[in-house]
């Protein structure tokens, strides 16, 4: 066989062997199974109750050398609620209007000050109902962030306003079914494998009005004793878009406290990395989400430094959960 010949029986075979293993990993990663169709679902009468855990530890480094642990002050934020979301009016083919009840609330912030009582306390024993429809998309949120700004009243004094944690009850009420109302066509049901896109809010007490993309998966439809469970897989990384979700002030304020003069001091800060994932499990017979958790990390860098060497480093984790209670909690 001529050499020439040889080389281009090596070159054809080699070609097939890319194309073969192209397809498929393409394979193993496209869309794959019967389509799911998923839909939020209430029954009348019957009241559900979920916990939603919002923490986050925040690790500040001031010293030159950012390896060197002993330059890193570390504070903690936190706010637990129990919310019961009980159907007024169900619609299955329509909106359902809901009316949902701040059972309990705890809040903790350490490292910036002592004990204190959080604006976010003042949601316990609230309620405001909201509409939605099958599609977990809510139609009407005016009063949540009405008892939002009434509890908010409470951090000001005057134009100066308190830290508080408002941020991370609204980000757990207005995004309540995310992983659903952001699918492109529900109508059309999703696959295993399948992927889109959204966008959350991330709260913070330093009000940065900041938020993190989001690509969702439909990782697997898990068999349980109990029916159907879609389970979504999150990965998290740092967007350059705005939150849709509005703030619970209805005024312009200084913000008090050691983030609000470095909020000052640096002209705000920026977001230079942003990483994580999460996962939710939603019943597929029942309509209703389970549980969920979203874990992700994020730098903070101030926008100007006043002086040279006056350049913290802000690292952030943060950790999201909500868990669907037995009715007898």
């Not at 609230?126 to 949540?144: A, C, H, M, Q, W």
């Not at 989001?214 to 990965?235: H, P």
């Amino acid at each position: 066989m001529q050499l020439s010949k040889l080389y281009a029986i090596v070159y054809v075979v080699g070609l097939v062997m890319l194309i073969t293993a192209g397809c498929v990993e393409r394979a193993d990663t496209a869309p794959k199974g019967p389509a799911v169709f998923l839909t939020v679902d209430f029954q009348q009468g019957q009241t559900l109750s979920y916990k939603f855990v919002s923490e986050r530890k925040i690790l500040t480094n001031w010293s030159p050398d950012k390896n060197d642990p002993k330059g890193i002050k570390e504070s903690v934020e936190s706010v637990e609620t129990v919310v019961d979301y009980e159907p007024l009016e169900v619609n299955p083919f329509g909106l359902s209007k809901i009316k949902a009840t701040f059972r309990t609330v705890e809040s903790k912030m350490t490292g910036t000050r002592g004990k204190h009582t959080d604006a976010v306390d003042k949601l316990k024993g609230k309620s405001y109902t909201f509409t939605v429809g099958p599609d977990g998309k809510i139609k009407n949120r005016d009063e949540l962030m009405a008892i939002l700004k009434d509890a908010a009243q409470s951090a000001f004094r005057d134009s100066t306003k308190e830290p508080d944690l408002l941020d991370d009850v609204l980000v757990t009420q207005w995004y309540l079914w995310d992983a659903i109302t952001s699918i492109e066509k529900p109508a059309q049901g999703i696959k295993v494998g399948q992927t889109w896109k959204s966008n959350l809010m991330i709260p913070t007490s330093m009000v940065l009005r900041v938020a993190r993309d989001v690509t969702y998966i439909l990782a697997e439809v898990r068999q349980t004793e109990t029916g159907a469970v879609a389970v979504f897989d999150s990965t998290y990384s740092k967007s350059e878009t705005k939150p849709d979700a509005p703030l619970p002030y209805d005024k312009s304020f200084r913000l008090a406290g050691t983030f609000g003069f470095f909020r000052a001091m640096f002209k705000g800060f920026s977001i230079t990395s942003l990483e994580g994932q999460g996962q939710e499990l939603f019943d597929i017979n029942s309509g209703r989400i389970i549980s969920g958790e979203q874990n992700y990390k994020f730098t903070l860098k101030p926008n100007e430094a006043p002086l040279p060497g006056a350049d913290p480093v802000i690292n952030i984790e943060q950790k999201i959960t909500m868990q669907l209670l037995d009715q007898d909690n």
